[in-house]
């Protein structure tokens, strides 16, 4: 009601252009400080546009009107999201343990760009590289790895060395992270991602089915930039599935996903550049854990992907531990 009765003081909504009050009512919906960095960006260029009009014309009482929206919406501590079509979850496929859900458009587009223009610039994402007949092979995209709870480095097989280090998480991630935890209903605090520059850029057939993640686990997959398909099968099955992701889309790989089934990205013709955020839960008991398995597309046993490594006592009795 602030947000409206100082538009209203401001002639709203014959002060605003066509296009401003558009960008206004989005605005006062948005959530989070990334959506309104980038709008309140926009806002200025209306104002210094205004400062250049006569007193008292509709554009600079537009420019007043907007400066206003953007200083009520930072002293509302967290305004009702806007539901949009597709912004919520939906099954793609389940099985007994596992299923794959799906949100197109789970940030708005005005969120997205703002997220993937700052996330884009992050100085941690750097190709990593795997040693292969002796030889140090380079990854197909760039990565960086950000945790919290004491969660160290990341390697992802015992060829993988010296492994992902640490990041601390910044303030957008933290939001995302509280956006994605309140869609799914679990925690999380290590998210690792993943820069494509084009389509050549790709990801293999493979599970992440880290042993510190234990046996049941949901993985959220958020997408920004290039709309690019994602594919999914059956262990030791060649019928795939596939899911476009595009710009703002949330894809959830639920429960016993990892152990029962594979996924990857494929190369394509042409495509921009696209981010992948995955996000993890680590227990503060399995974080000592690495994946051991022989390659990062290896389909291993979690024997063979626990090694001689140190685990509860518990760990293969629980709902966390046991193998596929």
């Not at 806007?82 to 912004?87: A, E, I, T």
């Not at 000592?288 to 597309?297: A, S, T």
Request: net charge positive; aromatic share 8%.
């Amino acid at each position: 009601m602030r947000v409206l009765s100082a538009l209203s003081a401001c002639g709203w909504p014959a002060a605003l252009k066509p296009d401003l009050q558009k960008r206004a009512l989005s605005f006062a919906l948005a959530r989070g400080d990334v959506a309104l960095r980038h709008w309140v960006r926009q806002a200025t260029d209306d104002v210094a546009a205004a400062d250049r009009a006569p007193m008292g014309s509709p554009p600079r009482r537009g420019a007043v009107a907007a400066v206003i929206v953007a200083a009520a919406v930072v002293q509302v501590p967290r305004l009702a999201p806007l539901v949009r079509r597709g912004s919520e979850l939906a099954t793609v496929f389940e099985s007994r343990a596992s299923a794959l859900a799906h949100a197109p458009r789970f940030y708005d587009r005005a969120t997205a760009d703002a997220m993937f223009d700052e996330i884009s610039r992050y100085a941690g994402l750097n190709f990593t590289s795997y040693l292969i007949d002796g030889k140090r092979v380079r990854s197909p995209r760039r990565m960086m790895w950000c945790s919290e709870d004491g969660v160290g480095e990341y390697r992802f097989s015992a060829n993988h060395v010296p492994g992902l280090r640490a990041h601390a998480f910044t303030p957008t991630l933290r939001r995302m992270r509280r956006d994605v935890e309140r869609a799914v209903g679990a925690p999380f605090n290590a998210v690792l991602i993943n820069l494509y520059a084009d389509g050549t850029e790709h990801a293999a057939w493979h599970a992440d089915d880290d042993p510190w993640l234990g046996r049941d686990f949901d993985v959220p997959s958020l997408s920004l930039g290039a709309a690019r398909p994602f594919r999914t099968r059956r262990r030791g099955d060649v019928n795939e599935t596939t899911v476009t992701l595009g710009h703002g889309s949330l894809l959830l790989m639920k429960g016993r996903f990892q152990n029962e089934y594979e996924h990857s990205l494929p190369r394509v013709a042409s495509a921009g550049v696209r981010i992948n955020l995955t996000w993890r839960f680590v227990a503060p008991s399995l974080r000592h854990l690495h994946n051991l398995k022989p390659r990062w597309d290896s389909d291993a046993s979690l024997p063979e992907r626990l090694g001689d490594q140190r685990v509860p006592s518990d760990y293969f009795d629980d709902s966390r531990g046991r193998d596929r």
